[in-house]
Every structure is written in structure tokens, then in C-alpha cells.
């Protein structure tokens, strides 16, 4: 039950959006991007599925300019779009990333692999990389058994990585290119699990991000899920858990994005928010996301819809 009218909500969180859904349209595994001064939005878009699970074919975006108003840019890519995967295929949790004067966007198909696509400006048209996937379980060493959820990150350096995976994180360098990868697909390791809690472990929706000359390795722990994360000098890790980020949702999945623009952070995730929502008809929201002094990222309360 909501304890905050949307007044309270601005006083205790800084933000009109934590608990709001960005859009009236389901959608789910955020992964936003700030490019050339506007917001990218790229989503999975539970409206188009069946209901009953995650099986739509095609992937939404939405734009702002203030993280308040959002615009939704529509359907702009299909996976039809990857001539080898079926027509059919599920398109889950997205990413992208921009590089070279192009975006890119990484696709993850059918739960076996993951595609790249490439456009000239953030909201396409994209058309594919390459011939064939950029990750495919059946032709790449430890791909893992369900090679989902990509996420990049450039490092200051400009090396590339992807990070991907259920049951076991993978990480992997990508070439400058941004659509090949670079040696081997590696198991991205986590110590330090909290004793007495046997049942939390690594389940899926990997993300990096850096924050104060530290990398921060966010996922959510299985299904459902808490979204925690560990840190470590390295983007290859090992690291070093820390804590919880977002509780358990009352929906199965748990996904998130971390970004800062401006100075400020902000967690990106979905939840059950809208009339007739659940687990396959997810919405996205945003909370602002702060700091203690030694880096400990401060979990963020869920703030349940009215
Ligand atoms: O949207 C389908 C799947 O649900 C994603 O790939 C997972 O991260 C979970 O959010």
C-alpha cells in the first residue's frame, strides 16, 4: 500500500518519476542511454507479448529530454532484422552503446544469442552488423546455456566490454569495431557472498558501471530477484559483493541500468506498477541513486503505486 502521495514522493525522493511508470504502454529491462543531449530509452516491450510470457519480437524506444516526460519512439527494430534468426524469436533485455560516430544495438535472440545492429543516429534505422550473431551458444566456447541480458561498457582506456548471461555472468572484450568480440568469454567471478544466505547467487542482468575510479558489477540474483552488486579495480573483476541496490519486486524478474549524467545517478528498473501489470507486463521507473562516503552504493526503496 502506498504510504506517499506523489508530493511526499518529490520531499523523501528528490524525483516525481521512483514508483512511476515512465510510459502507460508495459515495458521492461531498461537500458537508457544519454546521447548528443537527449535520453534513449531502449526497452523490451511487454505490450506486444502474449501475457503469458516474455515472447513479443520486437524491441520499443522512448526519448526525453528530463527524464520526466517521456515520448515513446515506437517499435524500431524487429528481429526480423537479423536475417539469421527466426521470424519469431523472442527479443529480450537490450543495450547499446555508441562509438565511432555510430550506435550500436545489442540484441539478445531466442535465448541463444545475441545479435548487433548498427544505425548512424540513436533511434536508427539499424540494420545488422554482421552476418551471423555477435554471441551464439552453439558455436562460441563457455557462452554459457543462455548467452541474455548484454551490457556494454567503454572504459576510459576505450576498451570495450560485453557483459551477458543467466545462472553464470560472461564477460568478453569487444574490438574497436564494437561487433566482434576479442578473445575468450570469460566467467566473471564474485566473492564474498554474505554467509547465511545460501539462496542468494548470481541469476542474471549483469551491468558495469564506474563511479569515483571504481567498477561497479550490478545483477539481479534469480527469479525473483534482489539487484546487488559487488565492486572491484578491474572492469574483468573479481568482485567484491556489497550489498543490495533494490529488494525482491512482487513480479519474477528484476532488471536494472545505472546511470549518471550531470553529476547525479539515477537506477533504472521495472516493477508492477500499471492496472493489469505482473510479471510479463512490466513497467519501467527511475530513482534517483546516491553514495555513502566509501563508494557503498544506498539501497533504494521501493515506492509501490497508489
Ligand atoms: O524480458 C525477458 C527477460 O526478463 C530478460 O532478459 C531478463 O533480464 C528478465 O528481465
Redesign the pocket.
Given at each position: 500500500m502506498a504510504l506517499l502521495t506523489a508530493a511526499g514522493l518529490l520531499m523523501a525522493n528528490g524525483s516525481d518519476r521512483t514508483g512511476q511508470p515512465i510510459s502507460q504502454r508495459f515495458n521492461?529491462?531498461p537500458s537508457p542511454h544519454h546521447f548528443d543531449g537527449r535520453w534513449y530509452l531502449y526497452a523490451?516491450d511487454d505490450a506486444s507479448n502474449s501475457g503469458t510470457y516474455?515472447d513479443s519480437t520486437s524491441w520499443r524506444l522512448y526519448t526525453s529530454t528530463d527524464m520526466q516526460q517521456w515520448r515513446d519512439d515506437g517499435a524500431f527494430l524487429d528481429v526480423k532484422t537479423f536475417k539469421w534468426a527466426r521470424p519469431d524469436a523472442k527479443a529480450?533485455?537490450p543495450e547499446a552503446a555508441q562509438r565511432n560516430g555510430k550506435y550500436y544495438f545489442y540484441a539478445?535472440i531466442g535465448g541463444d544469442r545475441i545479435g548487433v545492429a548498427v544505425a548512424d543516429k540513436p533511434q536508427g534505422p539499424f540494420h545488422d552488423a554482421r552476418t551471423d550473431a555477435l554471441i551464439d551458444k552453439a558455436r562460441d566456447a563457455n557462452a554459457g546455456a543462455e548467452p541474455?541480458?548484454p551490457a556494454v561498457f567503454v572504459d576510459k582506456d576505450g576498451q570495450a566490454y560485453l557483459y551477458f548471461g543467466t545462472r553464470v555472468p560472461k564477460v568478453v572484450r569487444l574490438k574497436p569495431d564494437m561487433v566482434h568480440t576479442d578473445g575468450p568469454i570469460m566467467d566473471v567471478a564474485i566473492t564474498g557472498w554474505p554467509s547465511g544466505d545460501a539462496k542468494k547467487t548470481y541469476g542474471?542482468?549483469p551491468y558495469l558501471h564506474a563511479h569515483d575510479g571504481l567498477y561497479y558489477f550490478s545483477f539481479s540474483t534469480g527469479w525473483p530477484g534482489q539487484i546487488v552488486y559487488g565492486t572491484s579495480t578491474s572492469p574483468m573483476g573479481p568482485f567484491a559483493y556489497r550489498g543490495v541496490i533494490l529488494d525482491y519486486l512482487p513480479i519474477s524478474?528484476n532488471?536494472q541500468a545505472i546511470v549518471e549524467q550531470g553529476g547525479k545517478s539515477w537506477l533504472f528498473y521495472h516493477d508492477r506498477l500499471l492496472p493489469g501489470g505482473g510479471d510479463h507486463r512490466r513497467s519501467i521507473t527511475i530513482a534517483p541513486l546516491t553514495y555513502a562516503k566509501d563508494g557503498a552504493i544506498q539501497t533504494v526503496k521501493r515506492i509501490a503505486p497508489e
Open positions: 521492461g529491462d523490451t516474455w529480450w533485455a539478445p541474455i541480458d542474471e542482468a524478474t532488471h
